[in-house]
């Protein structure tokens, strides 16, 4: 017999470093979770991706045992990350903060492809170049 879901929690936290600390402590403390017993399973099962944010889909069950699936980084996570930046930029539509290529757009929409409503890396270089927009990140074709 399957088990009944009691809610589905949504957190983004750094690969590797989830503690019993807020946002984690609180947002699963109040379904009445094993804390600890989530950050150290959460926490083996991203160490190779220790310096990312990772978003984790935390689906918990009505006998307060839980499943979790990690997601790809957000894109604007990979943006930073590749372009080496600290932020995106306060005012996108004036002040450019940085330049990618169409190539460098595809390498990091690979990488988000899995969590994207779509199958083919170009349409998903798409998805990514509207959030780098955003951040003030000039497209070179």
């Known amino acids: 017999m399957a088990k009944k879901v009691m809610t589905i929690v949504k957190l983004q936290i750094p690969a590797g470093q989830a503690n019993p600390a807020p946002p984690v402590g609180p947002a699963l403390g109040q379904h009445g979770l094993q804390i600890q017993d989530f950050c150290t399973k959460f926490n083996d099962a991203t160490r190779d991706r220790m310096g990312d944010i990772v978003p984790v889909e935390i689906t918990v069950y009505e006998d307060r045992t839980f499943d979790f699936i990690t997601k790809t980084p957000p894109a604007s996570a990979l943006l930073k990350k590749h372009l080496k930046l600290k932020k995106g930029s306060q005012k996108p539509l004036t002040d450019k903060v940085a330049s990618i290529t169409q190539k460098e757009l595809e ?20 998805i990514i170049a509207g959030t780098a927009r955003q951040m003030g990140v000039e497209i070179k074709d």
């Open 107 to 126: 390498e990091i929409a690979a990488i988000k492809l899995p969590d994207l409503n779509t199958n083919d890396v170009k349409q998903a270089a798409k």
